[in-house]
């Protein structure tokens, strides 16, 4: 059992690339019918299992779509439990991905270990914005929140809103931000010496596409005369499964020959971190109390700026009083 998770904004494509990933239509044998259409757009976490066959293997995967967030604009951010607003999704995640590791641990000290399901999450595609000029505040502070829970894999959603140029300018901009948090994203390993030359290419152009710019889509579009998925413009179509136009084969690619090496790292790095912080506490769980500083800072920050945007808004309402004031005196003064 494989988990993935997907985060970031709403809109920004998470629903549509799982629907590019795993679509029955270009992959009938691949998967199960409909699987994907189970996930829906939703404040809770939801888990469906879809199944694909690489090679002869059948690899059963359940991807859990999350609540994405809205803008770094939205005025709520204390959690409230009733809107799709960040510090909703933010708390969902983290107890999702805890509350996954604190099941794997009390079956493995259970009775029967050989039989353990895991539905650790063992990879979060997180989305990041073509239209920002790299990671916003709250992209930062998510990753950061769950860098040591979870192995991310940055992906720029949209990638046809941006020309070949804008591209390479975002993803360097996004690895230089990526460093200088300190944000630890998942690092491909590098293939082993005695792998054929293709594989160590293919492991070269993976590790210098991160993070992956994808297009995803739902339609089926006549091109070069055949059916391909893409997206139609004006001036021609984007295909998804192009390389030259975009890493979204190259993620897939990452997805399924780095599988093994995703599960490997949650097990003896995340998973191991989760362990040995509830050694510390002496079994205790992680309590809200205990919730990640980045959070809680992030929550300061939230209630900074809404008084920041409040100062202004009465600054505003002051200079609007003083110049309505100015022009009732000049009437006085002339009616004098
Ligand atoms: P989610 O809220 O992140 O799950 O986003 P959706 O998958 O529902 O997509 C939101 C909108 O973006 C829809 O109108 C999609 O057709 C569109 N969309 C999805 N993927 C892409 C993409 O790769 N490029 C462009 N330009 N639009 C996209």
Redesign the pocket.
């Known amino acids: 059992m494989f988990l993935f998770s997907f985060k970031?904004e709403?809109?920004?494509?998470?629903?549509?690339?799982i629907n590019s990933l795993f679509l029955t239509d270009l992959y009938p044998e691949r998967v199960i019918p409909g699987a994907a259409e189970k996930i829906e757009?939703t404040v809770q976490i939801e888990a469906s299992t879809v199944e694909i066959e690489e090679r002869g293997v059948k690899l059963r995967l359940t991807v859990v779509d999350t609540p994405?967030y809205g803008d770094s604009g939205t005025s709520c951010f204390i959690p409230c439990g009733d809107c799709d607003c960040f510090c909703f999704s933010f708390k969902t995640i983290i107890s999702y991905i805890d509350e996954q590791f604190e099941r794997y641990l009390h079956d493995e000290s259970g009775l029967n270990r050989r039989h353990i399901v895991d539905n650790r999450v063992h990879c979060c595609f997180y989305?990041i914005s073509p239209f920002g000029h790299g990671l916003k505040p709250l992209d930062v502070a998510f990753m950061k929140a769950i860098h040591n829970k979870v192995n991310i894999v940055p992906v720029i959603?949209?990638?046809?809103?941006l020309t070949l140029k804008e591209r390479e300018r975002l993803k360097k901009r996004i690895l230089d931000e990526i460093e200088e948090h300190n944000i630890k994203i998942y690092h491909l390993p590098d293939a082993e010496s005695d792998e054929d030359e293709d594989f160590k290419e293919q492991t070269r152009l993976l590790k210098a596409s991160i993070p992956f710019s994808?297009?995803?889509?739902n339609q089926l579009i006549e091109a070069k005369g055949k059916k391909v998925r893409g997206?139609l413009y004006p001036w021609g179509v984007v295909e998804v499964e192009n390389p030259e136009h975009n890493d979204f084969l190259k993620l897939r690619t990452m997805l399924i020959t780095h599988m093994q090496d995703l599960q490997e790292v949650t097990q003896d790095l995340h998973y191991e971190n989760f362990r040995s912080e509830r050694l510390k506490r002496g079994g205790r769980k992680v309590e809200n109390e205990d919730m990640n500083k980045d959070q809680i800072l992030l929550e300061k920050e939230a209630e900074l700026r809404r008084m920041q945007e409040m100062i202004a808004r009465m600054q505003a309402q002051m200079q609007l009083q003083m110049q309505g004031g100015d022009g009732d005196s000049g009437a006085l003064g002339h009616h004098v």
């Open positions: 970031g709403s809109g920004l494509g998470k629903s549509t690339l757009r994405g989305f959603a949209k990638a046809d809103t994808v297009v995803g889509s997206r």
